[in-house]
């Protein structure tokens, strides 16, 4: 038994519209886990579901050995950031904060020590008057993330909490919501579409696709053996380059007529995954690019080109300002190959 147990979860919802298909997995206490997948992929229903805002079609969860399946959301003692904030608009910071400790009957003395507390923590103790409207995106999300900690809940559940804050801000409350957690050690489900927020936070991940679970594991994990093509290719950027190969005797032969050599004893056809950072410039490099777009990035340049021979796209990040690779020229590129990903053609799922 794990802190919280899913098991089998599935959601249908009312039209029909099947968001979670039978998913599993385990939080451990206390850990960061991160769910993350593109649009409509089924995180804010699973995230939901464990909340109690969604009823369950068929399964399990469980929570510290409990089944929550027909417990009451007030009853689960979790608390919620969203992406709105949920703020009361006519109560100052502090009543928004208090809201909840009073509602529970809980003594005024005990409410202002945690109000004050969780508002020193957050650095908003000079805003506790003031209504949400005077306040800026990031001290909102402050709140939202106050009126959760000082409920003292058994876990956190964020739904896209940084999703309203301009690209500067995001980075800065990201750390500050690592931070935050490292110190209070609550375990907490945070969902997003950011690949790097989700790489940033996570202890663990769950990558998610047309509502299913592809690959749990540490970012480092996820990144370095992504366990399916769709995993591969959602995490990284740019995206892993996939190209059509055949592997045979420890080589790979791809389409273009490059050559790499490969531990895998696969033979057969392969897709063949190469991230764009893994490449290098070498004049006897067996990997021809006709350059057609070069992106100057400032630590990288991105050079975008087709392959000879196969006209297959490829992009690579080298490190530094590349003045060489000029649009319409062609460059050849080596391939770290203790770095390749090989995926089955059928059933898209990691081989090596
Ligand atoms: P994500 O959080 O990954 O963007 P959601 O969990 O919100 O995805 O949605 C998963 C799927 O369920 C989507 O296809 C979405 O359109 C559908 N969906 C979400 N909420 C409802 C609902 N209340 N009724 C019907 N379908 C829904």
Redesign the pocket.
């Known amino acids: 038994m794990s802190f919280l147990d899913l098991k089998n979860v599935t959601?249908i919802?009312?039209?029909?519209?099947?968001?979670?298909h039978e998913t599993s997995l385990s939080v451990e206490e206390g850990e960061f886990m991160v769910?993350v997948?593109?649009?409509?992929?089924?995180?804010?229903?699973?995230?939901?579901m464990v909340a109690g805002l969604?009823d369950i079609t068929e399964g399990e969860i469980t929570l510290e050995g409990n089944l929550m399946n027909e417990v009451d959301p007030s009853e689960r003692d979790i608390a919620m950031v969203f992406q709105n904030y949920a703020l009361y608009p006519h109560m100052n910071v502090y009543n928004n904060l208090a809201y909840g400790l009073k509602n529970r009957g809980i003594d005024k003395q005990a409410i202002e020590q945690k109000v004050n507390d969780a508002a020193k923590l957050l650095q908003i103790s000079d805003y506790l008057q003031r209504k949400p409207s005077m306040l800026s995106g990031g001290q909102r999300q402050r709140v939202a993330m106050g009126r959760a900690i000082v409920r003292d809940p058994v876990a956190f559940l964020f739904?896209?909490p940084l999703s309203n804050l301009d690209a500067k801000l995001r980075v800065q409350m990201r750390l500050e919501i690592k931070k935050l957690q490292t110190q209070l050690k609550t375990t907490s489900l945070y969902?997003t579409?950011d690949q790097v927020e989700a790489m940033t936070l996570a202890d663990r991940m769950v990558v998610?696709n047309e509502?299913n679970v592809e690959h749990v594991g540490t970012p480092l994990e996820v990144y370095t053996k992504p366990k399916t093509l769709f995993t591969a290719q959602f995490i990284g950027s740019p995206a892993m380059n996939i190209l059509k190969g055949e592997c045979q005797s420890s080589q790979i032969n791809l389409s273009s007529g490059a050559k790499l050599k490969t531990n895998s004893k696969h033979n057969g056809k392969v897709n063949v995954g190469l991230r764009p950072e893994d490449f290098t410039i070498n004049e006897k490099g067996p990997i021809k690019l006709n350059v057609e777009l070069v992106e100057l990035i400032g630590a990288n340049t991105l050079i975008h080109g087709r392959l000879e021979n196969s006209n297959e796209i490829l992009v690579a990040s080298i490190a530094g300002v590349i003045s060489e690779s000029e649009i319409g020229n062609q460059i050849n590129l080596s391939f770290d190959e203790n770095k390749l990903h090989l995926f089955d053609v059928n059933s898209n799922q990691r081989i090596n």
């Open positions: 959601k919802y009312p039209n029909g519209t099947k968001a979670v769910f997948g593109p649009s409509g992929c089924g995180k804010s229903t699973l995230l939901r969604e739904d896209e969902v579409h998610m509502g």
